[in-house]
């Protein structure tokens, strides 16, 4: 098992900057990848990063690419996604999520731990 925690949510003004992490602990040996998704009211949750833990390469969503940067921190078994030039449409409920399957991917069922969410506001 690997638990994850989320955490760096809040209230920003459009344009401003936010960073959240996540923090894994159990069997973080088993980890191929790590991933970041969101989740609106009413809405699916949507994808939005990854990077492979094994080579550090990185994903993003089309709509965060250019604003949003993830990385990861091996040593302390925790990955980070910094926002920039944040929107209205950005709010929402932020997941880190972790998979141990040998692939990275966007899509949820791929991942089988989940942190408990950190809301992200926008206001415009």
């Known amino acids: 098992q690997v638990q994850l925690v989320e955490s760096g949510g809040g209230l920003v003004q459009a344009g401003g900057s936010l960073r959240l992490s996540c923090a894994a602990s159990?069997?973080?040996?088993?980890?191929?990848?790590m991933a970041w998704f969101h989740q609106a009211p009413g809405k699916d949750r949507l994808f939005v990063a990854a990077?492979?833990?094994?080579?550090?390469?990185?994903y993003y969503a089309d709509s965060v690419k250019g604003r949003f940067t993830m990385s990861r921190d091996n040593a302390k078994n925790t990955v980070y996604l910094q926002m920039n030039s944040l929107k209205p449409e950005d709010t929402a409920v932020y997941y880190c999520?972790?998979?141990?399957?040998?692939?990275?991917?966007?899509?949820?069922?791929?991942?089988?731990?989940w942190g408990q969410g950190t809301q992200v506001t926008v206001s415009s």
């Open positions: 159990g069997r973080t040996s088993s980890m191929t990848a």
């Open positions: 990077v492979s833990w094994r080579d550090g390469n990185t």
């Open positions: 999520a972790a998979g141990d399957r040998g692939i990275v991917t966007t899509f949820t069922v791929e991942y089988d731990y």
